[in-house]
């Protein structure tokens, strides 16, 4: 039995923040999210726990930081009704609202399988579609490509007529999954962080015979005027330099470090700003 499943929406009320640091995203500075700490020590100062600061040795532990532990759902508002639906497997809607483009303001991504596992006739796996609504209850529209050179669009939640807006790369570092979209608007342009996922060097699947460097996972970029007509950046974000053709523990998919994925986008006082997550040497 085919199993077909829908994506339900909350609207945020608040902000929050966090501790930076500085690096390089667009040609912009980005700040890369660490933790509340200032400074960390022994296998903290790998994992950046922002519970455990520098101390004596024989000092009381840190009460842990409030920010992590409290409770949020207070903060959020549910949306009634299913925004999208009838898919095979797609999470992850980000939302861009543009209050200037009506009758359609609400701008929307998300990735995964349209109608069958890996999305074919498409390259790679995951594959990241586009969406738009007069507001975030719906009703939604789905972007089913370019036609004449005019972009069309299906309200009917029929998912067979959806078309990726980034599909598989060609290169080793992104050429099998793209998803998890964050994105933002600024200056007139669309600003995109993604994961990326490619068969590393040796061009060979994880688990398949010969395969002797997994995958290798990263966060690309990527820029839009439209939203729908992206241009990825040459080179990953971030990717860590052992992972190109490193060989990961026997048994084990993932690299002991870096493996980065999930960016969360955002841009303030003139710097981009990125929440993204890891694996660390030691965890």
């Not at 959020?76 to 009758?103: A, K, S």
């Not at 933002?184 to 994961?195: E, F, H, P």
Request: aromatic share 14%.
């Amino acid at each position: 039995m085919l199993a077909l499943y829908c994506l339900r929406g909350w609207m945020h009320l608040r902000k929050e923040y966090a501790v930076f640091r500085k690096a390089s995203l667009f040609g912009l500075t980005v700040f890369l999210f660490l933790s509340n700490a200032t400074k960390a020590v022994g296998a903290d100062e790998v994992s950046g726990n922002p519970d455990k600061l520098a101390r004596p040795p024989d000092a009381t532990p840190a009460a842990p930081s409030p920010w992590r532990h409290a409770n949020r759902t207070s903060d959020w508002e549910t949306v009634e009704g299913d925004l999208l639906c009838n898919f095979l497997n797609m999470y992850n809607l980000t939302i861009v609202f543009r209050p200037q483009e009506e009758p359609y303001p609400v701008k929307g991504w998300f990735f995964g399988w349209a109608t069958e596992t890996c999305n074919p006739p498409y390259r790679g796996c995951d594959a990241i579609f586009a969406a738009r609504a007069p507001r975030v209850e719906g009703p939604w529209q789905v972007y089913s490509g370019n036609q004449g050179g005019k972009a069309t669009w299906d309200a009917s939640m029929t998912p067979g007529l959806w078309a990726p807006v980034i599909e598989g790369g060609t290169q080793f570092f992104n050429n099998w999954h793209n998803g998890d979209p964050s994105v933002i608007y600024l200056n007139g342009r669309y600003y995109m962080a993604y994961s990326a996922t490619g068969h590393n060097l040796d061009g060979i699947p994880y688990g398949q015979p010969g395969d002797k460097d997994s995958d290798l996972s990263c966060i690309m970029g990527a820029v839009s005027t439209d939203g729908l007509d992206w241009e990825p950046t040459a080179k990953p974000l971030l990717i860590e330099p052992s992972n190109i053709g490193g060989t990961p523990p026997p048994g084990n998919y993932n690299h002991v470090k870096g493996n980065y994925h999930r960016p969360s986008l955002m841009h303030e006082n003139g710097v981009f700003k990125m929440w993204f997550d890891s694996l660390l040497s030691g965890l």
